[in-house]
């Protein structure tokens, strides 16, 4: 099985700073693989090793993509290479723009039975990548997975939905957004973390796939933080039943 994982490298969210005009500052911020991917590179890794094959991580991004310690870092949990694709237009680029440019990274890279994508970035988690690329590559895309099972050319897969639990058959290829629920994300050793620096990293630029336009359909406005508000940190005293009337009273004053 020829497994594709889509990842997003994403600012630590501790090292965001929020000045006085509420915009935000990334200036000392350090950048990390987004969260809800980990467990889309699990799930790749833990195909290939029952099943065999290959996983092979793609990312799109600026030139914050382009670091040593971050391709370690992605390769050092079971995958086999990394295809980074680079371009400073992308760190503005909206979620059809990001589906196009990893739909051509796909298609540039040939062959695939399953590309895995996380529900959603750490930072903006618009969950709208996974579902977007599946319908530009043509093939049966579905989210909110939480198991998945390989069954020859075909996969089946379950979904927790409000009252039941759903499961499907998928034929392959596809495009398959999985939840945080679906594994524990492995945490490197060193032995992996120096072998990764030994895996193959293909990096491409949009020129190399023929992109001209980022086709941008969404403009950002602003982005603010929310009004920062100083807690009161009041301290309530007294018995139980006391307590609880003191705290209404001082949440109806405050509303």
């Not at 680029?93 to 990274?105: E, Q």
Request: aromatic content about 4%; proline content about 3%; glycine content about 8%.
């Amino acid at each position: 099985m020829d497994v594709i994982v889509c990842c997003k490298i994403v600012p630590e969210e501790q090292d965001i700073v929020v000045l006085s005009d509420r915009t935000l500052s990334f200036d000392r911020a350090e950048f990390k693989i987004g969260q809800y991917d980990l467990q889309a590179i699990e799930a790749g890794a833990q195909l290939v090793e029952v099943s065999g094959g290959k996983v092979t991580a793609l990312t799109a991004g600026s030139s914050s993509v382009d670091n040593s310690k971050l391709v370690k870092g992605i390769l050092s949990r079971g995958l086999n290479e990394l295809v980074v694709v680079k371009d400073d237009g992308l760190s503005e680029a909206d979620s059809f723009a990001t589906a196009n440019i990893l739909a051509k990274g796909i298609s540039k890279m040939g062959h695939y039975d399953l590309v895995l994508c996380g529900e959603g970035s750490s930072d903006l988690y618009a969950q709208l990548v996974g579902a977007q690329l599946g319908e530009i590559l043509g093939v049966p895309t579905i989210n909110g997975v939480r198991k998945i099972i390989q069954n020859g050319d075909k996969i089946t897969v379950e979904r927790t939905l409000d009252h039941e639990i759903e499961v499907l058959e998928i034929s392959l290829p596809a495009v398959i957004s999985v939840t945080t629920d679906i594994n524990v994300p492995r945490v490197p050793t060193m032995k992996d973390i120096l072998g990764a620096g030994k895996k193959p990293v293909n990096k491409w630029q949009l020129q190399d796939l023929e992109v001209e336009d980022l086709q941008k359909h969404v403009k950002t406005v602003s982005t603010l933080a929310p009004e920062q508000v100083e807690r009161k940190r009041e301290i309530i005293n007294g018995d139980d039943k006391d307590q609880v009337q003191q705290f209404l009273d001082k949440i109806q004053k405050a509303l």
